[in-house]
C-alpha cells in the first residue's frame, strides 16, 4: 500500500464543499491539490483557489493531467459516477467516500477489491459516528461504565427538501447502523412503521415522512429508531439515549438549546456542534489511509447495516414483524 | 353559591398514599374514613391505620358497612393492583363516584366489570394519572392551538430513576428467588416499591398508563397494533419474578399516527432526578419536545443526601386539577379526564404489548370491552 505521510488531497466538490475544504485546512499533513468542480455547482469561489495553486478542474482533467499530482480523492459530492471512481482506483489513487449511504454497498465493495490490486484504499466516514456527542456516547457505552446495554433510543429529525431529498431509507440506514454499532451485532427481530407520508414529490426518491424501526437484540437489548423528514424548516434535532443496567447516558439536542428573546419572541437555538463532525469525519478518512488508524466505518459495517436496512423494508412493505434467519443471515416475515 | 362537598371513603391504600392526599387537596373533597375487608394481613391493617390517623378519621375493617354508614359519595382506592377492579365495583354498586389508583387492573377482564358497571350505575371514575402536570398541560395547549398542525407521530420516554432491591445476576446459586410481595412490602420503607400486590407485575404494567394517559390528552387517538419488547435488565426481584423492568412498545394508532413508548425502572444511578421522562411530538407544521419535569428548581449543597433530588418541581397544580376535573364531571355529568373505558383501552394495549413481546408479533389491540359489544 501507498502510504503517504504527507497527503495531496483532491476534492470531487458538491454543494457543502466550503465545509470540507474548511475542516480539511485543520488536518495537519493534508495539502489540498485540487478541487473537482464538474458543473460549476459546488459553490466555492474557484478564482481564489487557483491564485492559491489549487488546480481547478473536471474529473476527466484531474484524472488525465499528469500536472495535477494527487495521492487521494475525497468524494463530497452525490453527483459522481463510479466509472470515474474506478478510474481514481484503478490510477492508485486512494478513494475517501464521505458519504457511503449514496452508494450501494456492492459497489464500494467492488472499488475495494480494485483497490487492493492496486495499492489504494477506498474508505468511508458514515457521519453520525463522528458526532462529538456520539462519540461520547459511544465512550460511555465501550467504557463498560453503563453495564450491559438494555436499550437505544434515537430521534433524528430533519427537513428534506422535496426535489433533491435523498430518501429517508438513507437516512435510516445510518440510524440503524448506529444502533448496531452500540450493540456490536445485528438486530434479531424488528418492526418498521411509518407515519402517513406526506406530499411525496416525483423527483423524491423513497417516502418522505417518517420511519419508525424498532430493533430487538440477543439477549433482549432493544432499540427504537424515529427517523422523520417532515420538519417545515431547515431545523434538525437530534436525541440518542442509551439505557445499560449500571447507568445511562443522554445526547440531547433539547438539554443544549439557548434561549433567544428577539423581536419575534422567544426561540430556543441549538448550541451545534460546528464542523468538528466532518473534521473527525476527515481526520480518521486520513489517518485511515496513511495506514495510521482503523476506518471507524468498515465494509462489514455497510453490509450489515444493508441487511438490516433490507429488513426493515420488507417489515414496512409486509406490515408485520421480521426476524433474522441463520445462517442465512437475512430476514423473513415472524 | 352552594359549592357541592363530596365526603370520600378511602378503599384500602396499601400503596399510594399520595392519592388520597391528591384528592383531600382539593376543597370539595373530604375524607371521612378509611376501611378494607376484614380479612387482609396485618401489614394492610397497619397501612390503613396510618392514614386514618393522619386524617383523623376511623379506620374501619368493614367495607360494606363504610360504604352504608358514613355517608360517602366517592371512594378512593389504592389497594394491591389484583384488587382494584373489585373494589371499584363494590363501591360503584354501593352508588359511590370512584377515584381508583393505577393501574386499572392486572387483567382486561377486570377492567370490563368496571366498564359495565360505571355505565349502568351512572356513576364518575377516575384513574388517578399525571396528565395535568405542568409541562403536559402546556403541550396540550400548544397542540390543541395548532402550532404544529396534525399530530403525526408521538413518542414518551418514561424512565423511572428508582432502585427495586438487589441488581440483575446478584442472587448466588444457592439463594432463593426474591418473593414479589414480600419484597415490595419491605421497599416501601423507603419508596422504591413497585406494584404492591400478590401477582408480580412488571414496569409496562404498573407504569404504562401514565404515558398512554399522556398521549390519549395530547393526540386523543386510540392505538389499533403494537409490536413491543420487554426485558428484565435491570433488577433481580424481576428476573425472578418474570417480569418486566424496561420495554419498549411501537404503537399504531387511528388516523395513521404512529408512536412509541420507552418505559423502565432504570435505577438510582442512571438519572440525577426521578427520570427521563419526555415527550416528542411531530406534526403536519411542526414538532414539539417537552420534557415533564418541567418547571424545576436546582438546589445543590454541600452534604446533600444521594437520593435526594438535586432538581424540584414547582408550580406544579396536578392534584388540584385532577380533582377539579373530577369534581366538574360530577356535577355536570362530563367525562374524567381519564374514565374507565380509557383505562379498559390501556389495560388493553399494554396485555397486547406483552402478548407482542412473547411472540415476536404484532398484535391488535381490541378497541372496546367485549362485555359490551
Same mark, same amino acid.
Given at each position: ?113 480494485? !483497490? ?13 459516528? *463522528?458526532? /462529538? @456527542? =456520539? #462519540? +461520547? ?6 467504557? !463498560? ?13 430533519? *427537513?428534506? /427538501? @422535496? =426535489? #433533491? +431529498? ?169 | ?373
Amino acid at each position: 500500500m501507498n502510504e503517504p505521510s504527507n497527503l495531496r488531497l483532491a476534492i470531487w466538490a458538491g454543494s457543502k464543499t466550503p465545509v470540507f475544504v474548511s475542516a480539511q485546512q485543520r488536518i495537519p499533513d493534508v495539502t489540498l491539490a485540487a478541487i473537482v468542480d464538474c458543473d460549476g455547482s459546488s459553490d466555492i469561489d474557484t478564482d481564489t483557489w487557483r491564485s492559491q495553486g489549487v488546480a481547478v478542474q473536471t474529473v476527466d482533467e484531474l484524472l488525465t493531467t499528469p500536472a495535477t499530482p494527487f495521492d487521494a480523492l475525497l468524494i463530497a459530492t452525490e453527483q459522481a459516477e463510479v466509472a470515474s471512481l474506478r478510474r481514481a482506483v484503478a490510477l492508485g489513487k486512494h478513494l475517501l467516500l464521505a458519504s457511503p449511504e449514496k452508494w450501494p454497498v456492492a459497489e464500494i465493495e467492488e472499488l475495494q477489491f480494485l !483497490g487492493e490490486k492496486r495499492g489504494a484504499r477506498v474508505i468511508v466516514g458514515e457521519p453520525l459516528r *463522528h458526532r /462529538p @456527542s =456520539v #462519540q +461520547a456516547v459511544r465512550e460511555a457505552v465501550t467504557s !463498560g461504565k453503563l453495564g450491559k446495554i438494555g436499550l437505544m433510543r434515537l430521534h433524528d429529525w430533519g *427537513h428534506a /427538501p @422535496s =426535489v #433533491q +431529498a435523498a430518501s429517508i431509507w438513507e437516512a435510516l440506514r445510518a440510524n440503524i447502523d448506529l444502533a448496531c454499532w452500540m450493540f456490536g451485532e445485528k438486530p434479531e427481530s424488528m418492526y418498521c412503521a411509518s407515519s402517513q407520508p406526506l406530499e411525496v414529490d416525483e423527483a423524491t426518491v423513497g417516502p418522505v415522512g417518517a420511519l419508525q424501526i424498532h430493533l430487538g437484540f440477543r439477549a433482549g437489548g432493544m432499540a427504537i429508531l424515529d427517523c422523520d423528514r417532515s420538519l417545515p424548516s431547515a431545523e434538525i434535532y437530534f436525541s440518542l439515549s442509551v439505557l445499560g443496567s449500571t447507568g445511562a447516558t443522554y445526547a440531547d439536542d433539547h438539554h443544549n438549546r439557548q434561549l433567544l428573546l428577539g423581536p419575534a419572541g422567544a426561540r430556543g437555538v441549538t448550541s451545534g456542534e460546528g464542523v468538528l463532525p466532518i473534521v473527525s469525519r476527515l481526520r480518521n478518512l486520513f489517518e485511515a489511509c496513511a495506514g495510521r488508524a482503523t476506518a471507524l466505518t468498515t465494509l462489514e459495517d455497510l453490509r450489515r447495516s444493508g441487511i438490516v436496512l433490507a429488513g426493515a423494508k420488507l417489515s414496512s412493505e409486509g406490515s408485520a414483524a421480521v426476524r433474522l434467519t441463520h445462517p442465512e443471515d437475512h430476514y423473513v416475515l415472524a | 353559591m352552594t359549592v357541592p362537598r363530596w365526603r370520600c371513603a378511602v378503599l384500602s391504600v396499601v400503596k399510594h398514599a399520595y392519592v388520597p392526599r391528591g384528592v383531600a387537596a382539593h376543597p370539595q373533597f373530604e375524607i371521612v374514613v378509611v376501611a378494607d375487608d376484614a380479612d387482609r394481613p396485618e401489614w394492610v391493617h397497619q397501612r390503613n391505620q396510618e392514614l386514618a390517623d393522619e386524617f383523623s378519621v376511623p379506620y374501619v375493617r368493614d367495607v360494606a358497612r363504610a360504604l352504608s354508614d358514613f355517608n360517602a359519595q366517592v371512594a378512593v382506592i389504592s389497594s394491591e393492583a389484583e384488587r382494584h377492579c373489585d373494589l371499584s365495583v363494590r363501591a360503584i354498586e354501593a352508588g359511590l363516584h370512584v377515584v381508583q389508583d393505577k393501574p386499572m387492573s392486572n387483567r382486561l377482564s377486570q377492567c370490563e366489570r368496571v366498564v359495565a358497571a360505571v355505565e349502568r350505575r351512572g356513576v364518575k371514575f377516575l384513574l388517578w394519572n399525571r396528565n395535568f402536570l405542568p409541562a403536559v398541560v402546556q403541550a396540550r395547549d400548544l397542540i390543541a392551538n395548532g402550532e404544529i398542525g396534525e399530530v403525526r407521530s408521538i413518542h414518551v420516554d418514561f424512565y423511572f430513576a428508582k432502585d427495586a432491591g438487589p441488581p440483575k445476576g446478584s442472587r448466588g446459586p444457592d439463594d432463593p428467588p426474591i418473593d414479589w410481595l414480600t419484597f415490595q412490602i419491605a421497599a416501601h420503607a423507603d419508596g422504591s416499591d413497585g406494584a404492591v400486590g400478590t401477582l408480580p407485575l412488571g414496569e409496562l404494567s404498573n407504569e404504562g398508563i401514565y404515558p398512554l394517559g399522556y398521549i390519549q390528552m395530547v393526540c386523543g387517538a386510540a392505538v389499533k397494533r403494537v409490536f413491543a419488547r420487554t426485558a428484565a435488565h435491570f433488577h433481580q426481584v424481576n428476573v425472578d419474578n418474570h417480569v418486566e423492568d424496561l420495554a419498549t412498545v411501537t404503537l399504531e394508532m387511528e388516523r395513521g399516527i404512529v408512536g412509541s413508548l420507552c418505559v423502565g425502572r432504570i435505577g438510582n444511578a442512571s438519572h440525577p432526578d426521578i427520570g427521563e421522562i419526555k415527550l416528542h411530538v411531530v406534526g403536519s407544521k411542526g414538532a414539539l419536545v417537552a420534557s415533564e419535569a418541567r418547571p424545576e428548581v436546582g438546589v445543590y449543597y454541600r452534604g446533600q443526601p444521594e437520593k435526594e433530588f438535586k432538581h424540584r418541581r414547582v408550580a406544579n397544580d396536578a392534584d388540584y386539577l385532577l380533582m377539579e376535573n373530577f369534581a366538574q364531571a360530577i356535577a355536570h355529568n362530563t367525562p374524567t379526564v381519564l374514565d374507565a373505558r380509557a383505562g379498559w383501552h390501556f389495560c388493553a394495549t399494554v396485555e397486547a404489548a406483552l402478548e407482542s413481546a412473547r411472540t415476536g408479533r404484532v398484535t391488535m389491540v381490541p378497541s372496546r370491552p367485549s362485555d359490551l359489544d
